[in-house]
């Protein structure tokens, strides 16, 4: 391994998950060094975090702008190499395309962007840049994940013809069912949040994990929206039947009012010869099922998993991988790209991933907008 | 308890596998006596096949219409009381029919009839016959399901808002790949099987579970089948997007394509206040998922289930129960509620259950048919 | 199929649990008719019995002496042909013994007997009897449990190295701790309930699971039981040390104040090849584990079970069985041994197993009593 | 938080995966730097590890006599604060030993020495020392495990009186039945493994696990080892009975040769209130039995759990946390014991948790050496 890559962060400072969540990733394998940031929009806020989790203050700038125009006076062997983007959604966009512009590598969080435009705006950009690109759909490091893509590729489970993603979560429910507290949660204002709720956030993970495991590209979809009450404008709840091939077909469903429901993402694939199924909050079990056969369990660390899903696991057989490990893994197929030049090694959710998704979250709204009517996705 | 009651089976004989359901719920609780039958077209079959399970040859009539003639000679309190109907389904309305028309109970097994028109027929006989009948949506009569329905009548789960059913099975994925295979299964035949594969013959299942257990009734539903070959005019996956009212939606997952899957049966619902999840082939498993507590399990014969739940175990807690216990409580219900003239118990599915799924069946291939659009059930 | 088997029920009257059981399983496979009994030492209370359950009274006699008496004077064509025994324990040994010497073949609940002592005699009286004697071990009848025993039999576990069997109940927890209840107890009053209550109930069942499953014999045994309070004089709770070679070895954990556990029986088996696992509470999913395979799971009513298993499983795959199933496998055993004269088919425990327990039973008392030291079974 | 802790690493070089583990622990908190380090007896490997996972080399020291030395020449405040062990098992005393005489602080992988004698002499140096000695038992630091033990405190189990746990792992199962192969594992040379390969491995771990939940401490126990071959010098299999009091019994179950086990570590509390079940290879799912109510699972992340367990848990509930996020909280807790000057803050395993470790160890291979008597561990 060479030096460690230089890294810079911006948000997730203070009380962050998702800067808690990208720094253990970027860590784990000891490939990362954070040299610069701006995690808070207050300079002093950010210092203070940069003392907190005690890492060298003189690289924490006042703001992004100040953070590109300094890191590019410095030579190119000190300056940050890649740039994690943990900012509120709607500056994604502009801090990922003035990265690219600049010839940084960039991590972005998702949703890439607010909307399809710029996802194919900043398409472009990356092009040109020459970078890597990688957008964290972190549930695509878990080794059973890769294991799925690993076996689907290699036509385990012969030709498809129907899938059924899920995602799951209850965390609205005690809160929209009280006008006041409905219209106060950011999540639900179009303002905020941008046109959508439970795609745009959680369905287009769902989306994004049949087209990681299975490499089929959804043709077109037909959305239904739950908003649960007339003064909100945001969906909370949505099923969206897709269609892959004529007869290639299923269905995504999402919702953020599933009483109960923690973080419940799942995917069910059917294919000619054998089926997959996997559950994100049991994520070190991956079930086969065929016509003819017992269930089969796979467990990560196993000798008969893929290379690609054993270096995702770092310890024996047995060790349960979480969340972190997930997400560390994306981190390390970054690092790989970047040590190697090789800017599409699979081993992680690219460009393409975050234009199919806001392609899909777009389209489930006129979908659902339009009442209900089929809309295609590009190709 | 008094005598017990003259039961006769129409169809059923040989290797009939419902036969063997239906014999065996009838004998559980000591209720039933086998006292006619037509078990077979074949007159010299029915009559080996009562040798076969030792009941006396006398009353094995040559055919339907016979069994009914000769009942009525009899003496009321000798004549067959309740008759329960396995025979292929294009034969469950005529002899439904004419078994109201002359005040025999009923057990009918699903689909009620072949079409909706006929469902509506029957409903007319019912409602002059003034005898019970009986519809075996077997599901209905598991404790934990029995439970749900108390559960939410109780009002444990608040207003409903989403809810989310799925039947899964594999069967028909080892024969439809196979042209000469898919031409020769009777189940994909429209003129053996009627107007709908998948969603005539389990879709219906899932449907049922919904209203049984909420006591929500659907409205209206959009519905996209798959049917994979172009020269299969069966639908063997389906997804139905449903509405119960501006804000209550949910969808319904079926499919007999569904690579390795078995019997799966499962059904999610969603309140203001809790969430119960359910699966068939886990039946004596009943979850229960609110905003803030940890998950609860219930299982069958603690007494902390309901009246109507617990009336369905036979056993202390943690003797397993299985398919014939269900459909034996549906048998018991229907002993009840002859011997008490009670025939709207709500301990087993009726008329009203079978008219609706016609109803929705029928629906669903229109909504197909016309290209996805939404259909109302009717009230 | 020949005529139903003529059965004899002794005990299981009123509400008695274990009646319906045995009554239920009886009829599943169309095998038998119950045409005398002594359900109850009340004649009056046995005679309603009998009518509640709508079965002739003309053979329900006042006491046992009676039955065999009566009996014997009949035509052997028509008289009882198997006696199940459901009375209180201290009844099995003298009403099986004087059975077995009367020609009758026996189902006889567990304990077999109250003594050691007992057990061997009544095994010299079969000896000379020459007819069915069935030990209903009801767990050994679920299709997974033959399946354990059958795939052993066949070598895929290789060399059996370590065994590990459960059975947690906990249904004496909510007594036991108030010294007027646990007086109260007949289960821990020695005089009503034997020289052990854990072992002696629920213990033997794992030891002949372990048994039943591998073919192996135990040859020794070191027990440690609790009693939880000075002043109860029965075991509640107990380890047991057990080897069946020098290199064999493996425990036997049992207990009736595991909190909260319903009917905890489990059991793993561990060989050279490979690992099977197995739980009550879920019979319908045998695990197979092995070093370098996916983990497997079997389910019953699929072709690549074995052909015992399958026998045992009358509806397809994914339709859940209970232990009325597994009873009824047992009856389904007993009626093809009697109608073949073949009274060693290996489909259901016998006599032999009921020797193994109770000498079990005694040796656990005798290892607990003398502080915990080995003691060997006989061959 | 103040600056980063200054840490050294003992061990742990090269493609280790116990070094691996401890490295992500100590970054996972940003609360440590690893500043000074011997990975490797080699120096040069050493230096070339540093330099893989680019940390500076200045102070990667040619042997442990040198780092102490060294060290001890810096200014206090530049000083290596903590020193993680992760050499040979036959190290650990002699680097612990000194470390502590110096008045470093200590975190030690277990077994934390290689004799009892060894211990004991090892917690009179940290008597003097006055400074933290952490013993990574791992799985401790699970959120659900400190949720038992939380529970546990606070009485919601009531009384204690029977405990049983499991750790059962298959590894040694592919080399053993080849005398060649088991020949040359270091685990089974008792040279270099010391006196017990699957209780001083694992067996400890289940102990520990016992008594870290439930705040027992366990009195006695008689264990039988199973070497599977004459020629074996070391148990690879065992069973150990329990007593904590007249009344509270258990057993502890421990296995390298369960055929296809992973790393199955799996704990069962009974107490007089309700009970406790507990599984590390699904570690975010705790299971509460009581006898009336229906059975609960709790969850990392939610508010229903105790500070000490939350505080374990980084993300919101529904993002599994694994084996990496476990070891975190220990290291988070030491961080904290060493800012706080707090060294039993009951947040991770302690020295008293070590001693007691060796203590059982050997008292089971004294117990299994004088066939299966009792011995009596110190208090």
Chains 1, 2, 3, 4 share one sequence.
Not at 1 to 28: E, N, P, Q, W, Y
Not at 58 to 75: A, C, G, Q, S
Not at 297 to 304: D, E, M, S
Request: net charge negative; charged share 25%.
């Amino acid at each position: 391994m060479a030096k460690k890559i230089r890294l810079g962060i911006l948000g997730g400072g203070g009380d962050s998950l998702i800067g808690v969540l990208h720094r253990v990733a970027a860590h784990i394998n000891d490939n990362y060094e954070i040299v610069g940031a701006v995690f808070n929009p207050d300079h002093e806020k950010s210092i203070d975090f940069a003392k907190e989790i005690d890492i060298p203050t003189n690289r924490i700038y006042k703001d992004f702008d100040t953070l590109v125009e300094e890191e590019m006076k410095l030579p190119a062997e000190e300056r940050i190499q890649v740039c994690s983007i943990l900012t509120p959604n709607f500056l994604h966009f502009p801090m990922a395309k003035k990265l690219l512009d600049h010839g940084f590598h960039v991590i972005c969080e998702k949703p890439m962007t607010t909307t399809y435009e710029e996802a194919k705006i900043l398409e472009e950009a990356h092009k040109k840049a020459g970078v890597v690109f990688a957008l964290t759909h972190t549930y695509t490091g878990y080794p059973m994940v890769r294991q799925m893509r690993e076996m689907i590729k290699a036509g385990e489970l012969g030709k498809i013809h129907k899938v059924d993603a899920r995602y799951y979560q209850g965390w609205i429910n005690p809160v929209i069912h009280d006008p006041a507290k409905r219209a106060s949660v950011w999540r639900l204002d179009p303002k905020k949040a941008g046109i959508s709720s439970c795609m745009g956030d959680i369905g287009v993970h769902a989306f994004n994990m049949i087209e990681y495991t299975t490499g089929i590209k959804i043709k077109s979809l037909l959305a239904d929206f739950n908003y649960l009450y007339d003064d909100n404008q945001m969906d909370v709840d949505g099923t969206v039947l897709i269609r892959a091939g004529k007869h290639v077909k299923g269905v995504i469903r999402s919702s953020q009012v599933a009483t109960g429901e923690e973080n419940g993402l799942a995917i069910r694939i059917y294919g000619e010869k054998a089926a997959l199924v996997w559950e994100q909050e049991k994520p070190n079990y991956l079930y086969r099922l065929s016509d003819d056969e017992p269930i089969q369990i796979y467990k990560p660390g196993n000798a008969y998993n893929s290379k690609l899903s054993l270096d995702g696991t770092k310890l024996p057989a047995g060790h349960p991988e979480g969340i972190f490990d997930a997400m560390a893994n994306i981190y390390l197929g970054v690092a790989r790209a970047i040590r190697k030049q090789d800017y599409n090694s699979g081993e992680f959710p690219t460009m393409t991933d975050g234009v199919r998704g806001l392609n899909f979250i777009e389209a489930t709204v006129e979908s659902n907008k339009k009442g209900n009517v089929w809309v295609d996705l590009d190709e």
